[in-house]
C-alpha cells in the first residue's frame, strides 16, 4: 500500500513539497485553512504581495521541473534603486552582470504551486482550519468553514502551516522542544503605485526601490500589470514617525510628503491604502527539535524569519529540495531516520539566515545611505573583481548561490572584521581605490576560522 502523507498548510512551502512528494509516487493530501481563492478576485489576505525569488528559489523549482514555467511570471531586478530624500536616485547591482532577483506575485506563485500539485494528484482540502494535533497518535482535528469538527489520523505529518504554525504548538507540550519567538519593533503596510496614465511602470522596473531613512524605510517592487507593490517598514511606536503617531490623513501625507515625496506623487491612493491594508507585524521564530514520531516542521513553521534578506521563501523552498534529497538518499519507509537526518543537516543553516536576516534590516534602513558604507561596498565590490573566489560578497553567497547559509555566515564575518579594520584608515574615502587589495584577501584567508 502506498504511504499516506499530510501536509497541514498549501502555502508556497506546502505546494511545493507535495510536488516533489507526488514526483517520488507518494499519497499527498494538504488540509489548508483559507478557502480556495483561485478563480475568484480575492487576494489572500493582507500578505506581501510580490516577493523576491533567487538563485536557491530557482534551483529547488529547477528540480520539481518547474523552472520554466515560472520565469514568465517574473521580473528581474538587478539593484536596489536608492532613493534618497532630495529626490535623487542612484543605482547599486545586487551582482555581477546578468545576477538578479525575481519579482513574483505571491499569488500567482501560490496559486501555479497549488495548481502544479494537484495535477500531479495531490489533494487539497480547504477550509481545513487545523485546531489541535494530537502528536502522540498522530491525531488531527479540524474546524470547518461551517464550525463543524472533522478529525484525521496521519501515518507522516508535515508542518507546513507557516509562522503561527498548529503542528509548531502541539510540539510546544512536548518534553525538552525549545521554541524562541520575537517580535521586532517594526510593522509593515502594503502601498501601491499603480502604471502611469500612459501604461507605462512609474519607475525603472528593474530595480528593487528603497527609501532609508534611518529608523524606517519604503521598498517597492515592480509587478507584471506595471504597478508596484510597495512595502512601509515603521516602528510600531517610540519615535515620532511611527504607526502609533500616525492618527490620520493629514499625518499619512505629511509623512510621504516629507520623507518619501517622489514616491508620494506616484500614490493617486494612498490614503485610502493605508486606511484600508493591515499594519502587520514580523516575527522571528526558531524551535528544536523539528521532529517528533513522524512528524516534521518545514518552511517557516520550524524557522520564521524577518523579511529584510528576502529569503524566507527561498529558504523554505531550499528546505524542500534538501528533503527530497534525503528521502532519495534512504527512501520512504524510515521516515522518524529522515526527518531527524534532515533537522540535523539543516538547523544551522536556518539559524544564520534567520541572524542575517535580524542583521540586514539595519543595513537596508539605515546603512545603505551612509558614504562611509557606500565606500566599503566599492571595496568590496572591487576585492570580488580582483578575486573573485577568494572575496565573494556575503549577499551573493546567501542570494547568488547554493553554499551552505551557515558557511556564508561565517565567512561574512571574517570579511566582517576585516574590513572594519580597513575602514579604520581615515583615508579611506579618498585612497580606497588604492589599498593593497591582495593582503585584504590574505587576511582572511589566513585568519583560519572559517
Ligand atoms: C513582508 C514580507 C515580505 C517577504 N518577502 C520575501 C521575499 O521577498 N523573499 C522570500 O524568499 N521570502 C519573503 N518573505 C517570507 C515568506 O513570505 C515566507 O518565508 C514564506 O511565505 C513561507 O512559506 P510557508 O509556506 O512556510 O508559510 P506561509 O506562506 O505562511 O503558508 C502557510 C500556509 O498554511 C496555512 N495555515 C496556517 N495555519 C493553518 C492552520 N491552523 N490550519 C491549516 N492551514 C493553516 C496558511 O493559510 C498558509 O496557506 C516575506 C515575508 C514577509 C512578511
Known sequence: ??????????????????????????????????????????????????????????????????????LPYTLPMSGRRIHDEHGNTYFQPYGKENQAIYSISRNVFNELLMDEAEALGAKIYFNHKVENVNVAKREVEFCLKDGSEKRMTSDVLIGSDGSYSALRNAFQSQVRFNFYQ???????????????????????????????????????????????TCTLFLPFEGYKVSFENIYDDRDVSQIFKTYFNDAFDLMP????????????????????????????????????????????MNC?????????????????????????????????DTDAICQLAMDNFKEMSDNIADPKFLIRKKIEAKLHELYPKEWQPLYSMITFSNMRYSEAYAIGKLQEKVMDEVMKDPDVPKNWNDLDYAAIVEKVETSGEV
Not at 19 to 29: A, F, M, N
Not at 185 to 201: C, M, N, Q
Not at 283 to 302: F, Q, S
Open 182 to 228: 520575537k517580535f521586532i519593533s517594526h510593522g509593515y503596510k502594503e502601498l501601491h503605485i499603480p502604471p502611469t496614465a500612459s501604461g507605462d511602470f512609474a519607475l525603472d522596473p528593474n530595480a528593487l526601490h528603497i527609501w532609508p531613512r534611518g529608523k524606517f524605510m519604503l521598498i517597492a517592487l515592480p509587478n507584471l500589470d506595471k504597478s508596484f
Open 269 to 312: 491612493n494612498l490614503l485610502a491604502d493605508f486606511k484600508n491594508n493591515p499594519t502587520s507585524a514580523l516575527i522571528n521564530t526558531e524551535c528544536y527539535p523539528w521532529t517528533e514520531n513522524n512528524a516534521l516542521l518545514i518552511g517557516d513553521a520550524a524557522h520564521a524569519m524577518v523579511p529584510f534578506y528576502g529569503q524566507g
Open 1 to 70: 500500500m502506498k504511504e499516506k502523507i499530510d501536509l497541514l498548510g498549501a502555502g508556497l512551502i506546502g505546494s511545493l513539497l507535495a510536488i516533489y512528494l507526488k514526483k517520488r509516487g507518494l499519497d499527498v493530501t494538504i488540509y489548508e485553512k483559507r478557502q480556495d481563492w483561485r478563480n475568484s478576485n480575492k487576494s489572500s489576505e493582507g500578505r506581501s504581495i510580490n516577493m523576491a525569488l533567487s538563485d536557491r528559489g530557482w534551483n529547488a523549482l529547477e528540480k520539481a521541473g518547474l523552472k520554466e514555467k515560472v
Open 316 to 348: 523554505g523552498f531550499e528546505d524542500c529540495f534538501i528533503l527530497d534529497k534525503l528521502i532519495e538518499k534512504y527512501g520512504t519507509s524510515s521516515w522518524d531516520l529522515v526527518f531527524e537526518k534532515f533537522q540535523k543537516k539543516r538547523k544551522r
